[in-house]
């Protein structure tokens, strides 16, 4: 009997180690969550970042410029397969401005678009240029082909895979702060009175993209009046962790109670060589209080040795232009890594 139970002991413990075995192999082999990947394209100071989410779902802020042989619209769609899409969900154009919709044609001939997203009617309707990309636009919504939304300060935009926030459009902001935010902000003491923007700048369609622990903002080219007012005197917005820089650096935009409002960890501004980039804004995004790096588009011309960021964290620097784009790749934790496409290095930024 003490012989039987012995080997019945024997076989049950070998199924044990089996079973623990084939279990530990399950574990390991489990795929990991998915990240949100997102390009910041070279527009050579235009806008255009993709977002491709977990669950495939694409959304494009902005589609950068008209002409140059679609250009744009190329790297746009070379981006989009490097994220392994075939089509674009949702583009959202932040404003009517050349170098954010004007490339909106050219980029519907060459990739599937489901939704435009806008803030509605163009509000700049002396300017030749910007009435010139507008018509184009509306010809190209006039077509039936797509879906259209009318984006307001508060809406969820129906994005599978992140939460998206409208938390400015057409010249007006959210009322009141969102969950989390809402302290007052120390810097509105005693601060400038930015004059009134006139153009289509200031009626950007601005987000908050919420990625589990992860917030990025991005408010085109939202102007220090509209910034006061979504910051003072209270921060409607809260901190973020990525801070992609309104107006490619330029000194109408970032006012110091906005950067240092939103505390970013990191900040990307898509400027061109001689586009944005303007030193008093750099300096503002640099003494920011908990910055740990800024990351560029191009070298900036106008901001010169003293107003760059070290080579490794500038995807095109001085010289010919060659289409470097920057990639952030974000875990739901709050971790995430930024790869620069000239140098194929990333650095990696750990949760919080």
């Known amino acids: 009997m003490n012989h039987f139970s012995q080997l019945a002991k024997g076989f049950v413990g070998i199924l044990l180690n089996v079973l623990f075995l084939l279990l530990g ?11 949100l990947q997102i390009y910041f394209v070279d527009v050579e100071g235009g806008q255009a970042t993709l977002f491709v ?12 410029w008209p002409g140059y042989d679609g250009r744009d619209a190329d790297r746009i769609v070379a981006a989009a397969k490097a994220a392994g899409v075939s089509k674009i969900d949702y583009v959202l154009i932040t404003h009517f401005h050349m170098d954010h919709v004007g490339g909106a044609p050219q980029l519907a001939e060459r990739i599937p678009i489901g939704t435009f997203i806008d ?11 910007t009435v010139q990309v507008w018509d184009a ?10 879906k259209h939304i009318v984006a307001k300060p508060g809406d969820e935009l129906p994005i599978k895979g992140m939460h998206v926030r409208v938390v400015s459009a057409d ?10 935010a809402g302290r007052d902000n120390p810097m509105c003491k005693d601060a400038e009175q930015y004059p009134a923007d006139k153009t289509e700048n200031k009626r950007s369609v601005g987000t908050l993209i919420t990625f589990g622990k992860l917030r990025i903002l991005d408010l085109g080219d939202l ?19 990525i801070y992609i820089v309104s107006h490619h650096g330029w000194e109408q935009s970032s006012s110091p109670q906005l950067v240092n409002g939103i505390d ?3 900040a990307i501004m898509d400027n061109g060589a001689k586009k944005g980039g303007t030193p008093s804004t750099w300096d503002t995004i640099k003494k920011s209080p908990h910055l740990e790096d800024l990351w560029q588009l191009h070298f900036s011309d106008e901001g010169g040795p003293a107003h760059n960021v070290p080579e490794e964290f500038i995807a095109n620097p001085q010289g010919p232009d060659a289409g470097n784009y920057l990639k952030l790749t974000a875990n739901s934790d709050g971790s995430f890594d930024l790869f620069n496409s000239r140098t194929q290095k990333s650095k990696h930024y750990p949760a919080h």
């Open 25 to 35: 192999t399950a574990a390991s082999s489990s795929p990991k969550p998915k990240a």
């Open 53 to 64: 989410t977990p669950a495939g779902e694409s959304l494009l802020i902005d589609t950068g």
């Open 119 to 129: 803030h509605g009617e163009n509000r700049e309707s002396t300017d030749a240029p």
């Open 137 to 146: 636009y509306q010809k190209l919504l006039a077509t039936g082909k797509y």
């Open 171 to 180: 010249g007006a902001v959210i009322d009141r702060p969102l969950p989390g």
């Open 223 to 241: 102007t220090k009046d509209k910034e006061m007012e979504l910051m003072c005197p209270v921060n409607k917005v809260g901190n973020v962790d």
């Open 264 to 266: 970013a960890r990191v």
